[in-house]
């Protein structure tokens, strides 16, 4: 099967940028000792790696628009229906430790509808990508959602709040209703590959709240296409601009659903 040509661009701009984002990260552990610490560094590599991506990408496609964390942005040209949400490290704060958990994400929506995306994670050369109704791969190894249908199975993934980010409360709320019921949690720091992770199978769900459009647009084709269902919190398809996200498999979503939903009301 071909690869869709969106697919290549974004993938082509994603290992350029890798490219540089691998020698920063190299960088930073000479930084982790230096008083004042890597955190300006980092912001620049951040600033420095969605340059590169912005303009790879609008190069490739100067009609489409482009959506950044770091600020970068750009109208789709008349007629265009196209943009580009694209996140330069995901997993920032693990990359600011020098933790090899980050990862490129560029989600591609048009029409207002998530069409493509990938994510590449430079450090275990893993390139996720998917397209729709193209399949979810990772390298050349198609991605199916976990067949697990019991609850008490299930290993849930998560963001945590920290200072100055989310409702600890709410949270708290809602994990001390989950911890009874599965297998386990994980917090990995990358929203991205946890939503690859579950495209893959390795989590069974993932939930977060708040989440920004570019943490979560190229996660959301990967579990579609894997096979999964993907929501906000309230149950529609609005997580983009509602800041909310339920990943997981059909045979699990209603369970998890119905915890975030009481909880969220018991919390509010
Ligand atoms: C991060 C997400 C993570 C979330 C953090 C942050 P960043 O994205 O990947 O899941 O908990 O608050 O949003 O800032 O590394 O691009």
């Known amino acids: ?14 290992e350029k940028a890798a490219k540089r984002v691998i020698r920063d990260f190299g960088e930073l552990e000479n930084l982790q000792v230096s008083r004042k610490g890597p955190a300006d560094f980092v912001s620049a590599a951040d600033i420095r790696t969605e340059k590169i991506l912005f303009e790879e990408l609008r190069k490739a496609r100067p009609s489409y628009g482009f959506m950044g964390e770091e600020g970068n942005a750009a109208d789709a040209s008349q007629g265009s229906d196209a943009r580009f949400i694209v996140d330069p490290i995901d997993g920032t704060t693990n990359f600011l430790h020098g933790i090899p958990h980050f990862c490129i994400s560029i989600g591609l929506e048009k029409n207002g509808v998530i069409e493509s995306g990938v994510i590449l994670d430079p450090i275990k050369n893993e390139a996720y990508w998917a397209a729709n109704g193209q399949g979810a791969f990772c390298n050349n190894r198609r991605l199916r959602v976990s067949g697990r249908i019991d609850m008490k199975e299930a290993l849930l993934v998560t963001g945590i709040p920290f200072a100055g980010h989310g409702n600890a409360d709410q949270f708290l709320t809602s994990l001390r209703a989950f911890i009874p019921e599965i297998a386990g949690v994980r917090r990995t720091g990358s929203a991205a590959l946890d939503m690859a992770y ?71």
């Open 198 to 268: 579950v495209a893959a199978g390795r989590f069974d769900a993932y939930w977060e709240q708040p989440i920004k459009p570019w943490d979560i647009a190229a996660g959301i084709i990967l579990v579609r296409e894997a096979g999964g269902k993907v929501s906000a919190m309230d149950g529609s398809e609005d997580m983009l601009t509602q800041g909310s996200i339920l990943a997981t498999n059909f045979a699990l979503y209603e369970a998890f659903f119905t915890i975030l939903k009481s909880t969220h009301k018991r919390a509010a």
């Open 1 to 14: 099967m071909r690869t869709p040509a969106d697919i290549s661009v974004m993938m082509n701009a994603a």
